[in-house]
């Protein structure tokens, strides 16, 4: 099962919008609803931000929204902030022995 | 609140079994609406999910390909904790170890919370 492909990089200025990409196929992104994204600090655990495409756990900011088209799902942070700056990943479950996929990471810079 | 405790050692011989224990609080191992999981994180591989085990009348486990044949994720009901034992390691299974928790009921099928990781390194 390969990763789900992201963009390495992602940067913009505070208070402005950006959207990560996850690409997969219609074996993981595009067949289940249920890409959930994490982001990571340097040296931390995973914070889940978003589960089944679109849903917001409790405690995480409403400037994280999460959407998906197809065999590709999209995470957008509006009004970054300096705290966005991390890395993000997201995940897909799939039906097959191997349950979980994730994506490649991107490196999301506040400049 | 949910929260996960990892305990393990860090270095590990090739050829020997790596083993990690993960301590649960706020939930229960037996819980029929949570799976128990391994993901692991490193460099070359970035995160890999590694297996689970979980209650439903009966335990279960799944574990992904890549493991499957040197992985056992085991239970422990008295301790409410699970491990983790991979053997055979070579160095390649250096990363970093993470246990966490899917319950559908919670957040659907994604991995919260997480344990604080552990460093394992393949070294003799």
């Known amino acids: 099962q390969s990763a789900l492909t992201q963009p390495a990089s992602v940067s913009g200025s505070p208070g402005q919008s950006i959207t990560i990409s996850c690409t997969g196929t219609s074996n993981d992104v595009g067949g289940y609803n249920f890409v959930s994204w994490y982001q990571q600090h340097p040296g931390k655990a995973p914070k889940l931000m978003i589960y089944?495409?679109?849903n917001r756990p409790s405690g995480v900011s409403n400037r994280f929204s999460g959407s998906k088209s197809g065999n590709t799902a999209s995470l957008t942070i509006s009004g970054l902030q300096a705290e966005d700056e991390a890395d993000y990943y997201c995940s897909s479950y799939i039906s097959s022995d191997t349950l979980y996929v994730f994506g490649t990471g991107t490196k999301v810079t506040v400049l | 609140q949910v929260q996960l405790q990892q305990s393990g050692p860090g270095l590990v011989k090739p050829s020997q079994t790596l083993s990690l224990t993960c301590a649960i609080s706020g939930d229960s191992v037996s819980s029929n609406s949570a799976n128990w999981n391994w993901i692991r994180q490193s460099p070359s591989r970035g995160l890999e999910w590694l297996g689970r085990?979980?209650?439903?009348?009966?335990?279960?486990?799944d574990y992904a390909l890549s493991v499957k044949s040197r992985i056992t994720i085991n239970p422990d009901t008295s301790k409410n904790q699970f491990s983790l034992h991979l053997n055979s390691v070579t160095p390649e299974d250096t990363a970093v170890y993470y246990c966490?928790?899917?319950?559908?009921?919670?957040?659907?099928?994604?991995?919260?919370?997480w344990g604080q990781g552990t460093l394992v390194t393949v070294s003799s």
């Open positions: 966490t928790r899917d319950s559908w009921i919670h957040s659907g099928r994604s991995f919260d919370p």
């Open positions: 085990t979980y209650y439903r009348s009966m335990w279960y486990n």
């Open positions: 089944d495409v679109s």
